[in-house]
């Protein structure tokens, strides 16, 4: 079988996606022997400008979110030149930490000031995931991506085996329409996620005993119970609107869900779910009482949306589609040419 021609691009992030899909080499060396990686600046020291002389690219893997102008021709060139583009980690597929920035209000100081002589990237005015700026055939969330899932993306995508128990495994938590193509080697319908569907509570192990919630707890400064659930100990624990597929990663070690795996296939806004889940517990009907637990839970924006403000985030402004984000990109490149 001829070796597959892949790309990895991280925009802006941390790179601990790029390292998830290394972790997979030093496991197994398949995706070495069966893929042939023609660009990844991170590994190989490809520049951008090399894409041109780069042959058809079968599948890409982008990681991190769109904030700069860089990050934005990269997208668009990888999608021009892809057969498969693959959307990987929390920031390509939902704005991820850096599309906090969206939440900034125009009256909020600039969170920071930058050496006017240091050579900056140019910025964008917002933040988008990389589906925000061109089609997407696949979704890998997670920050970063569990190495089971990358492993399944892999074998399936690159490798197109379905041999290994890993690969089993894997499917075993993925949406049976998804593991069925898996299993059977062909490729997943386009626009799949590559995660569960319902939410991290759904697999979760931890005992729900209908608690009301009293006060808000922070992890530095409480031990939780090890088997009861993290909510309703007072811990902000997200799992109830939060993508299952990660098998409780953070819940089993006692740390609350964050929503890294973006929301649930069946909530509309993860933040309002929250927040009703939260406000439906309180144990009071005085006002005075309920504005008093209101007012612990501080940046809640920032708490439910941390991974996911620019796509999933139904309180910001609809972003543009890839149709208008495309003619307003042109009439830039228009302008800046003329
Ligand atoms: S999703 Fe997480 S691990 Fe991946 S680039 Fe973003 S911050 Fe880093
Ligand atoms: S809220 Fe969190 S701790 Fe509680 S059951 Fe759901 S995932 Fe588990
Ligand atoms: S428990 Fe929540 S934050 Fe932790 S890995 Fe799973 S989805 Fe992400």
């Given amino acids: ?46 520049r ?16 991190g979110a769109i904030r700069t102008e860089e990050d934005e021709i990269a997208a668009r060139r990888l999608r021009e030149k892809s057969k498969i583009v693959v959307s990987f980690g929390a920031c390509a597929a939902f ?3 850096p599309g906090l920035l969206n ?53 399936s995508l690159v490798c197109q085996s379905s041999s290994s128990a890993r690969m089993s495994f894997a ?12 299993l059977s080697g062909v490729l997943p319908p386009a626009g799949s996620v ?12 931890r005992l729900k005993e209908e608690k009301s919630f009293t006060s808000l707890k922070r992890i530095d400064r409480f031990e939780p119970d090890p088997l009861r659930c993290l909510l309703e100990q007072g811990l902000l624990c997200q799992g109830i609107a939060t993508r299952e597929g990660c098998g409780g990663l953070c819940t089993g070690a006692g740390v609350a869900c964050r929503g890294c795996f973006g929301k649930a296939e069946a909530i509309y806004d993860a933040g309002a779910k929250m927040v009703s889940a939260i406000a439906s517990t309180f144990d009071t009907t005085d006002a005075g009482e309920m504005e008093k637990i209101a007012e612990m839970f501080v940046d809640l ?38």
């Fill in 1 to 46: 079988m001829e070796a597959k021609h892949v790309a990895v691009y991280a925009a802006t992030g941390c790179r601990g996606c790029e390292n998830t899909i290394l972790d997979i080499g030093f496991q197994v060396n398949s995706p070495g022997r069966l893929a042939r990686f023609v660009f990844w600046p991170y590994l190989l020291g490809s």
């Fill in 48 to 63: 951008l400008e090399d894409l041109e002389k780069t042959a058809e690219i079968d599948v890409t893997f982008f990681t």
């Fill in 95 to 97: 704005g991820g930490m």
């Fill in 103 to 155: 939440l900034q209000q125009e009256s909020d100081p600039p969170a920071v000031s930058f050496d006017e002589a240091a050579p900056l990237p140019g910025l964008r005015d917002r933040v988008d995931s990389l589906h925000q700026i061109v089609d997407v055939d696949y979704f890998v969330p997670g920050c970063s991506p569990p190495v089971n899932y990358t492993w399944t993306i892999l074998q």
């Fill in 171 to 182: 499917a075993s938590r993925l949406p049976q329409r998804i593991a069925r193509s898996v």
């Fill in 194 to 205: 590559f995660a569960g569907e319902r939410g991290v509570c759904a697999s979760c192990g």
């Fill in 301 to 338: 924006a920032g708490a439910f949306y941390r991974y996911t403000a620019p796509a999933e985030c139904a309180l910001l402004h609809p972003p543009a589609s890839k149709q208008e984000a495309g003619r307003e990109s042109e009439a830039a490149e228009g302008a800046a040419g003329a």
